[in-house]
């Protein structure tokens, strides 16, 4: 069955300090990996994204890796700020063909505090 | 920046009635997405929508659902005859040609069935 995993399921940090967020995955074909930033309320906002021979993209703050034969990904943010507080979702993208079916983690919620 | 926008941001229906959910996916776009998200549950795939027809649909999008680009800009969700499960945020997304192109979503409508 495809999957997407994410951990921890919450994170509480400071302003200035950095964190990783976890994804695993076993969705097979792989097409892509995304990461995605929603703040509450919202709709998701794409970070990164990632085909099988990409292992690092950077955003800014955000950088991403990927280890496509262990199938895991994780979100690096660097020196956190108050609006990074927010759910950080990882998305999987199966090779289905030209509409690819989005496999979605339940997000991992980030809380910066001052 | 073009954005994908979404109308109207909260709606409020009694259980049976019928309901139209309204996006206008970002214009040169050729792919379109409606998901769901009810409260703190993953992003779950609906229908996605490619050369004026459906070319997938999950186990969720059954008879009550149904999906209309009328005039090539707007994109609607159409529940048939809502129930009280189907209260959740709505998010359309849209996104260009290619094979790993980013998605982009709008803001949602949140949908309370009461």
């Known amino acids: 069955k495809n999957q997407v995993e994410q951990s921890p399921q919450s994170l509480i940090i400071l302003e200035g300090k950095n964190c990783t967020l976890q994804?695993?995955?076993?969705?097979?074909?792989?097409?892509?990996l995304r990461w995605y930033k929603q703040d509450t309320g919202r709709g998701p906002v794409s970070l990164t994204i990632m085909t099988f021979s990409e292992n690092t993209k950077s955003n800014g703050r955000y950088t991403a890796t990927l280890d496509a034969d262990t199938k895991q990904s994780s979100l690096h943010i660097t020196a956190s700020q108050l609006s990074d507080s927010a759910s950080y979702i990882c998305?999987?993208?199966?090779?289905?063909?030209?509409?690819?079916?989005?496999?979605w983690g339940l997000g991992t919620s980030l809380a910066v505090n001052p | 920046e073009p954005e994908v926008t979404q109308t109207p941001s909260h709606q409020v229906t009694q259980m049976g009635q019928e309901v139209i959910l309204r996006c206008v996916p970002i214009s040169n776009h050729l792919y379109f997405y409606w998901y769901r998200q009810i409260l703190g549950q993953k992003v779950e795939f609906l229908v996605s929508f490619y050369n004026n027809e459906i070319s997938e649909k999950s186990e969720i999008f059954d008879d009550q659902f149904s999906v209309e680009r009328p005039d090539g800009s707007n994109f609607t969700l159409k529940i048939r005859s809502t129930k009280l499960e189907d209260s959740a945020m709505y998010f359309c997304?849209?996104?260009?040609?290619?094979?790993?192109?980013?998605?982009?979503f709008g803001q949602g409508t949140r949908l309370t069935v009461v």
């Open positions: 998305v999987v993208s199966g090779n289905a063909g030209n509409n690819r079916k989005l496999i």
């Open positions: 997304a849209s996104r260009p040609w290619g094979t790993n192109t980013e998605a982009f």
């Open positions: 994804c695993n995955y076993t969705v097979s074909p792989f097409s892509n």
